[in-house]
């Protein structure tokens, strides 16, 4: 049987993989908003409590799973919560035969480098101060899949795939 493709997907800042500034991403950028839509569309999305509580609610159209270790954490019936990524990742694997995409933050994409196959990036041009780093990805993540410059909202973007 196949496996699902686990796949991170972030946006980050070129100059120093900034992602997050007080539970919040550091920009709006339309482009990159649509661009996450469209790929992780009808597939699974695995993301930490603070990540979940930053979005407020269930993305639609996604099966949500919030790692969590709090057993009482409540979220809404069309959302998960699972004591760790792997049991995120094997609920997920139970739910989409594809691709599974693990959204945030810092802590989950730290502990998914080893065992995500595929990254998708935002690598957003500019100054940012902020609170949370993406991990150095780059000895894992070597084959350039697919890249692009695009630029909306007032920021110059670059979209770039990687695998192992």
Same mark, same amino acid.
């Given at each position: 049987?196949?496996?699902?493709? #686990?796949?991170i997907?972030v946006?980050?800042?070129?100059?120093?993989?900034?992602?997050?500034?007080?539970?919040?991403?550091?920009? !709006?950028?339309?482009?990159d @908003?649509? !661009? &996450?839509?469209?790929?992780?569309?009808? !597939?699974?999305?695995?993301?930490?409590?603070?990540?979940y509580?930053?979005?407020?609610?269930?993305?639609?159209?996604?099966?949500?799973?919030?790692?969590?270790?709090?057993k009482?954490?409540?979220?809404?019936?069309?959302?998960? #919560?699972?004591?760790?990524?792997?049991?995120?990742?094997?609920?997920?694997?139970?739910?989409?035969?594809?691709?599974? &995409?693990?959204?945030?933050?810092?802590?989950?994409?730290?502990?998914?480098?080893?065992?995500?196959?595929?990254?998708?990036l935002? @690598?957003?041009?500019?100054?940012?101060?902020?609170?949370?780093?993406f991990?150095?990805?780059?000895?894992?993540?070597?084959?350039?899949?697919?890249?692009?410059? !695009?630029?909306?909202?007032?920021?110059?973007?670059?979209?770039?795939?990687?695998?192992?």
């Open positions: 049987m196949n496996q699902p493709t #686990v796949s997907i946006a980050l800042a070129k100059k120093n993989k900034l992602i997050g500034k007080n539970n919040k991403l550091p920009w !709006h950028i339309t482009g @908003l649509k !661009h &996450f839509k469209k790929i992780t569309y009808d !597939h699974p999305i695995i993301m930490g409590r603070k990540t509580e930053s979005i407020g609610k269930p993305l639609p159209n996604r099966i949500n799973i919030v790692v969590s270790r709090n009482n954490y409540s979220v809404p019936p069309d959302c998960f #919560v699972v004591p760790s990524l792997q049991e995120a990742i094997d609920l997920a694997k139970e739910k989409d035969l594809i691709e599974i &995409f693990i959204i945030g933050g810092g802590q989950i994409f730290r502990q998914a480098m080893l065992v995500a196959d595929k990254i998708y935002t @690598l957003v041009e500019g100054d940012f101060e902020g609170d949370v780093y991990p150095e990805y780059e000895s894992l993540f070597k084959k350039v899949l697919s890249r692009s410059e !695009h630029e909306s909202s007032g920021y110059k973007y670059t979209f770039l795939t990687l695998a192992k």
